[in-house]
């Protein structure tokens, strides 16, 4: 299925469901304020026919043409003989009234009107459509203007309220994202919602069956190699008394091979004992402390002189002035150790291995160059696999692929 941000539909859902809420409710209010208008509207002409039944009797016709009427009204009152003893000026009026309200279209122009019969007179009160729709549509409008501006408001209330539930489980993403490959220690649960609550045990519960899993193949594997290093003792041991033992005093070339092989052997024992040791060591938990970068390289330098001598290789050391770095000071020698072990080891007779450390600001650059074929482009990601060893490992027997790992 595809992949979706629960965030952003429960925002989607959430906000569509405002939306239309409001519109429903601006709606509502619009129709329920037109009717209301309407009826307002009612009232007010009602008003205006009652009060001029109060109003002046009038014995003879007249017409009112100072333009003092309002405008959106047509004012007609006949006598008790039906003459017409008064009019209004503006346009053209209904001839006959209608008692109550009634509707009538006059020259294109619909009117709303209201009539009322004393004994003495007809009053007659028309009001121009057109203009009570306008002014009641204005009204409409006011009507819908506090769900305008509230549904924003709310959308924007909801969005925060939203966005501060989801932040447990967006925190608790940040976390595994952080995390090193091998740091599997529990994440915490507390303050995260119930619904989020048990999916964070359920990987607890894995990270602890793997933690289990990965303890105990280390733990296999630095066992083995502790109780391999007695008997690979005792036969380099055997393995040199019979060279010494050799006629003439020179071993044999399966005797040199199986003494080649024996070291190759412990070599690959003390490095296993490593690599367990060091993946065993908590993520984040090294013993970081001021290290003399430059004493470290030139203590490692020196312990490889004897490999380099034996192959004709010249070590060479720019190492100016004492570097300190904060770092783990055995990761560090192993890391050197190795590096330049496999710079002797490609290099050919007669090459050369420099060792070089340079700072620049805060940074500091450790470098450890040789002459050899160097790692093709493509078994760059996979030099640093354990046992892998590249097309030029034939180069040099005694390897086993653990140095770069």
């Given at each position: 299925m595809?992949?979706?941000?629960?965030?952003?539909?429960?925002?989607?859902?959430?906000?569509?469901?405002i939306l239309l809420a409001a519109l429903f409710q601006a709606y509502s209010a619009y129709r329920g304020a037109l009717q209301q208008a309407d009826e307002m509207f009612d009232y007010h002409l009602q008003q205006m026919a009652y009060s001029l039944k109060a109003g002046p009797s009038w014995t003879a016709p007249?017409?009112?043409?100072?333009?003092?009427?309002e405008a959106?009204?047509?004012?007609?009152?006949?006598?008790?003989?039906?003459?017409?003893?008064?009019?209004?000026?503006?346009?053209?009026?209904?001839?006959?009234?209608?008692?109550?309200f009634s509707d009538a279209t006059l020259s294109g122009s619909r009117y709303r009107i209201y009539s009322l019969q004393t004994p003495f007179q007809t009053i007659q009160v028309a009001q121009d459509m057109t203009a009570r729709e306008t002014r009641a549509r204005a009204l409409?409008?006011?009507?819908?203007?506090?769900?305008?501006?509230?549904a924003p408001l709310l959308m924007l209330t909801?969005?925060?309220?939203?966005?501060?539930?989801?932040?447990?489980?967006?925190?608790?993403?940040?976390?595994?994202?952080?995390?090193?490959l091998d740091d599997l220690s529990l994440l915490p649960d507390d303050g995260l919602p119930a619904e989020v609550q048990?999916?964070?045990?359920?990987?607890?519960l894995l990270f602890d069956r793997l933690k289990t899993s990965a303890d105990?193949?280390?733990?296999?594997?630095?066992?083995?190699?502790?109780?391999l290093r007695s008997p690979l003792t005792a036969l380099k041991v055997q393995g040199q008394a019979l060279a010494r033992a050799a006629p003439g005093g020179e071993p044999s070339h399966e005797v040199v091979r199986l003494n080649l092989g024996i070291d190759r052997a412990i070599r690959m024992m003390n490095q296993l004992l490593v690599l367990a040791r060091h993946e065993g060591a908590p993520a984040g938990q090294q013993a970081m402390a001021s290290v003399n970068l430059s004493a470290l390289a030139t203590m490692a330098a020196s312990?490889?002189?004897?490999?380099?001598?034996?192959?004709s290789i010249e070590l060479v050391q720019h190492i100016d002035q004492p570097v300190w770095v904060e770092g783990d000071e055995d990761a560090l020698q192993i890391l050197l150790r190795n590096l330049l072990d496999n710079a002797v080891k490609y290099s050919p007779r007669g090459g050369t291995v420099r060792v070089s450390i340079e700072q620049d600001g805060r940074r500091t650059l450790l470098a450890v160059e040789d002459s050899g074929p160097g790692i093709p482009a493509e078994d760059h990601g996979k030099v640093v696999a354990r046992f892998y060893r590249g097309a030029d490992a034939s180069v040099s027997a005694d390897g086993s692929g653990l140095g770069l790992a």
């Open positions: 595809p992949t979706h941000s629960l965030r952003r539909r429960l925002l989607g859902s959430v906000m569509v469901v007249q017409w009112q043409a100072d333009g003092t009427e959106d009204y047509l004012i007609q009152i006949w006598g008790a003989n039906g003459v017409q003893l008064f009019q209004s000026a503006r346009g053209v009026a209904p001839p006959r009234a209608v008692l109550g409409a409008v006011r009507a819908m203007l506090p769900m305008a501006l509230v909801l969005w925060w309220v939203i966005r501060r539930s989801l932040a447990p489980v967006e925190r608790i993403r940040q976390q595994v994202a952080r995390r090193e048990p999916l964070v045990r359920e990987l607890n105990a193949q280390r733990s296999f594997v630095a066992n083995a190699a502790h109780e312990d490889a002189s004897q490999q380099a001598l034996q192959r």
